[in-house]
């Protein structure tokens, strides 16, 4: 598969996690799912790897999201996108001046589907991140609130291993 900014990535079919000690299914899995060809609707950018990539990413998803008409909860995609920018600025470690990919790609069903590109081609701990929970008191994290609005998060490494691909697939209603 290639990801936005041309990376290509190896892809394998999905697989649910299930948490706890309910075992009950979340909205997550591991690989990466593949943007058709024939997407209805993309729109993809740059962003310097900074304190300012999520606000941006909200910014822009926002309004490129209103510009396509795409029918779901373009707020909560927008958060989406600026907590997976924002971890991906935080938490890839990218060297002075770098840029972080961001994508957006509204497919046929009518899901939008979030990828940001970055330097880090690992992800530790992936399952622990995204069936992550707050406790009373603690302060959400990104995943939690992606997975909270309903997002199916997963990743890939590229098959080079310099760069990783973050994905979030959000529910939209076909009008």
């Known amino acids: ?3 936005a900014l041309g990376v290509k990535v190896t892809t394998t079919q999905p697989k649910t996690i299930t948490t706890g000690t309910s075992g009950s299914p979340v909205a997550v899995v591991e690989i990466p799912m593949p943007v058709s060809e024939d997407s209805v609707w993309q729109w993809r950018r740059d ?3 900074n304190g300012s990539s999520g606000g941006n990413a909200r910014v822009h998803t926002r309004t490129q999201l209103h510009i396509g008409r ?3 909860d373009v707020e909560n995609a927008a958060q989406v996108a600026a907590r997976l920018m924002d971890n991906a600025a935080r938490h890839s470690s990218p060297p002075p ?3 972080l990919g961001l994508r957006l790609a509204v497919i046929a069903t009518g899901e939008l589907l ?3 590109i970055d330097p880090l081609p690992d992800f530790p701990n992936f399952t622990e991140a995204v069936t992550w929970r707050p406790t009373e008191g603690q302060p959400a994290r990104g995943l939690w609130v992606a ?3 309903g997002a199916r998060l997963s990743y890939a490494v590229a098959d080079d291993r310099r760069f990783k691909t973050v994905q979030a ?3 939209g209603t076909l009008v």
Do not use: D, Y
Request: proline fraction near 10%.
């Open 1 to 3: 598969m290639i990801s």
């Open 47 to 49: 962003f310097e790897a």
């Open 70 to 72: 795409w029918p779901g």
């Open 97 to 99: 001046r770098a840029r």
């Open 114 to 116: 979030i990828e940001v």
């Open 147 to 149: 997975r909270h609005f």
């Open 169 to 171: 697939l959000i529910p």
